[in-house]
C-alpha cells in the first residue's frame, strides 16, 4: 500500500524496527547524526499506545499516538503532541514514515524518511552466528541473548523494575556494577539466576528476591516460530553524587557543543565526562565520531571498540564503514 489515505489500526500493530534512515530527499545522514546507525524499534501495541526503544530487548518508553487517515500523530503519556509522521509506504513487513522537520513540515527534502520492517521478519532474515549459540546438549540449544534471539520481560524493562523494587526496600547502591546472568525457558520462566558480580550482600540478596519474584513475567524467545531457552545478561551501574553530577553537566555541554558541530569543544567535555563514567557508550560514541571529524580515525575506531566491548550496537555501523 502505497501513499493510502486511510491507514486502519489492525495493519500496524506490532514492533517495527528501523533498517535505515535518511533525508526525504534521498540524501544520506551524516555520520555525525546519532540516528544512522542508531538502533530504533517502535511497538504499537494498542489503538492508542505505543513505544520507543533504542535497544532491542526492551519494550521502552510509552508514548501515545492518533492515527489519522495517514498520519500518526505521537502524543506524550499525558497526551501532549511530539511529532507527526506520514505514513508513505505500508506492506505486511515494511513500514516507511516520513517525520516532520522542525518547521513542522512532511514534504520538506530535510524530513526524516524511516523505512520500517517488522521485528519478526528482521528476526528470520538475520543469519544465526556461532555467538548465537551458548551451549548444545544433545538436541537441547542454549542461545546467547542477541538482536536475533531474546527473552521479553513483560513490561517496559526489566532493569527499570529491579530499580523500582530495590527502591521500595530502601537497600543502599550507592556505587559499583552488577552483572548477572539468567536463563528463560521455552515456557517464558526465568531461573538459573547466576551474580557474576555483585554490589554488596544486602544488594545482591534482595535483587535475588525479586528476580525471581518476577520470574514468570517473561516472553520466551523464539526461534522459527517456537519458543527456545535463551541465556539473558544484565548490568546494572551505580555512581555515587560525586561522580555522577559533574559527568552528567559535562555530557550535557558535550552534546550542545556536538550539536552545534563545535567538535573540538566537544571532545574535551566528553573527555572529562568520560573521565569519571568511562562506560557511557553514547558518550564515548560521540567521543568517536568528534575524533573522527578531527581527522583521528585511530582514536576514533578506539572508542567505537569500546562501544562494541561495552555490549552495545550503536557504533557497529560507523565500525564498519572506518575501522576494517
Known amino acids: 500500500m502505497f501513499g493510502k489515505a486511510e491507514i486502519k489500526t489492525s495493519e500496524i500493530l506490532g514492533s517495527w524496527v528501523a533498517s535505515n534512515v535518511s533525508y526525504l530527499s534521498g540524501d544520506e545522514l551524516p555520520d555525525e547524526n546519532v540516528l544512522k546507525y542508531s538502533y530504533t524499534k517502535y511497538t504499537f501495541e494498542a489503538p492508542d499506545k505505543m513505544y520507543f526503544a533504542a535497544v532491542y530487548h ?82 537441547d540449544t542454549l542461545f546467547n541473548s542477541g538482536q536475533k534471539i531474546y527473552a521479553l520481560f513483560k513490561g517496559t524493562d526489566f532493569s527499570e523494575h529491579i530499580s523500582h523494587e530495590l527502591y521500595k526496600v530502601n537497600v543502599s547502591t550507592r556505587t559499583g556494577t552488577l552483572h548477572a546472568t539468567f536463563i528463560v525457558d521455552a515456557n517464558g520462566k526465568a531461573d538459573g539466576l547466576k551474580i557474576i558480580q555483585g554490589i554488596n550482600p544486602a544488594y545482591d540478596k534482595a535483587y535475588t528476591k525479586i528476580f525471581y519474584a518476577a520470574r514468570n513475567n517473561w516472553k520466551p524467545a523464539t526461534r522459527n516460530g517456537r519458543p527456545v531457552r535463551v541465556l539473558m545478561y544484565q548490568e546494572k551501574k551505580y555512581f555515587t553524587s560525586d561522580e555522577a553530577i559533574p559527568s552528567f553537566f559535562n555530557s550535557q555541554k558535550a552534546n550542545q557543543a556536538y550539536h552545534n558541530k563545535d567538535y573540538e569543544t566537544a571532545l574535551y567535555y566528553y573527555d572529562q565526562a568520560l573521565a569519571t563514567r568511562p562506560d557511557e557508550t553514547t558518550d564515548l560514541y560521540h567521543r568517536g565520531i568528534c575524533k573522527q571529524m578531527l581527522g583521528n580515525l585511530a582514536g576514533a575506531c578506539s572508542d567505537w571498540n569500546k562501544v562494541k566491548a561495552l555490549k552495545s550496537d550503536v557504533a557497529d555501523g560507523v565500525m564498519a564503514k572506518y575501522c576494517n
Open 58 to 139: 526492551v519494550l521502552g518508553s510509552e508514548f501515545r499516538y492518533e492515527l489519522k487517515g495517514n498520519r500518526i500523530l505521537l502524543k506524550s503519556a499525558v497526551g501532549y503532541l511530539i511529532n507527526t509522521f506520514r505514513i508513505m509506504e505500508l506492506t505486511n513487513n515494511r513500514l516507511i514514515l516520513i517525520s516532520a522537520d522542525l518547521n513542522g513540515s512532511l514534504d520538506s527534502p530535510t524530513s526524516l524518511r524511516y523505512t520500517f520492517y517488522r521485528e519478526g521478519f528482521i528476526q528470520q532474515n538475520l543469519p544465526l552466528s556461532p555467538n548465537d549459540i551458548y551451549k548444545v546438549n544433545g538436541t
